[in-house]
């Protein structure tokens, strides 16, 4: 019997990172979903809404998805509390096959029209849970990783990398991601381990689905054309296991691009790109400087 393949998702009590955990128990995958909401209610949306979500539901939902589902409360600002989640992922499987850094800080502001000035300064805890912890969970994969000789280590990104978008401190956020993949890649060859930053689209969340409403006119169509989060797992999952995955490596990746490439699809959809009217990755940059 072929071993389950062991993955962690961070950030994963609801959202995209609740939905990505969902992906990868449809392929049967051993999860580790972490976060912090132990009780409903803990997290509210936009609007003040509670939102629903925690790690037991989602690790719930892994497993009744077909995969097994592992649920890890982790504070991703606190770097002991990360250490202990790879301890215990090493002590319980003693293997990650893929790590998606996907734990970020959602700001009460984060969608508000305003200069980033007239919203909170603690806005700049995005770069804290977001980047930085991102960092911490990759330097504690890659060693694991490595010794192993194989995975993959995915960045959930978005065109905000690029474009403006809900404000400076989540694009610095979501353009670092994908120079961490970029760079992570140069420190990778010839080890078995692969790095990507994935820009998603538009998703199906518990907070967007609020945000259509808070906000029709901005959101017009949102529903319409947004990727369900479990796509994402798909499309990390046939990454790597691509031929040219080597080459995929370090780059910053367009999920429903590289879903049609791949020939993965959305719930038998193909999803729109959003190139045109939002921007393009950067591409890899071959120059190096120790």
């Known amino acids: 019997m072929t071993q389950k393949k062991v993955a962690i998702v961070t950030g994963a009590s609801r959202g995209a990172g609740a939905g990505i955990a969902r992906g990868f128990g449809e392929l049967g995958y051993t999860v580790y979903v972490t976060g912090r909401t132990v009780t409903p209610g803990d997290a509210k949306g936009w609007d003040g809404t509670v939102l629903p979500g925690t790690v037991a539901e989602t690790a719930k939902a892994v497993t009744e998805n077909g995969g097994k589902g592992i649920p890890v409360v982790c504070d991703h600002a606190d770097d002991a509390s990360v250490a202990r989640l790879f301890e215990q992922v090493m002590a319980e499987q003693g293997r990650l096959d893929v790590l998606v850094n996907n734990a ?92 990507i930053s994935l820009w998603l689209g538009p998703q199906v969340t518990e907070r967007s689905q609020i945000a259509v409403k808070t906000n029709p006119e901005q959101y017009k169509g949102f529903l319409a054309m947004a990727e369900n989060p479990e796509f994402s797992a798909h499309v990390i999952d046939a990454i790597d296991k691509a031929p040219n995955r080597d080459d995929l490596s370090g780059q910053t990746l367009i999920v429903s691009e590289i879903a049609k490439e791949l020939g993965v699809t959305d719930r038998g959809n193909e999803r729109p790109s959003h190139r045109e009217m939002l921007g393009s990755p950067r591409p890899k940059n071959p120059a190096a400087v120790y």
Not at 108 to 127: H, N, T
């Open 104 to 195: 970020a800080y959602m700001h009460s502001q984060l969608i508000e029209k305003m200069p980033f000035w007239e919203k909170g300064l603690d806005a700049q805890k995005i770069l804290d849970v977001g980047l930085r912890s991102a960092y911490v969970a990759s330097w504690h994969a890659a060693r694991i990783m490595v010794a192993q000789r194989s995975g993959i280590i995915a960045m959930t990104s978005s065109f905000g990398a690029t474009c403006y978008m809900h404000g400076p401190a989540y694009g610095a956020q979501k353009a670092g991601l994908d120079k961490l993949a970029h760079d992570m890649e140069h420190d990778f060859r010839g080890t078995g381990v692969a790095a």
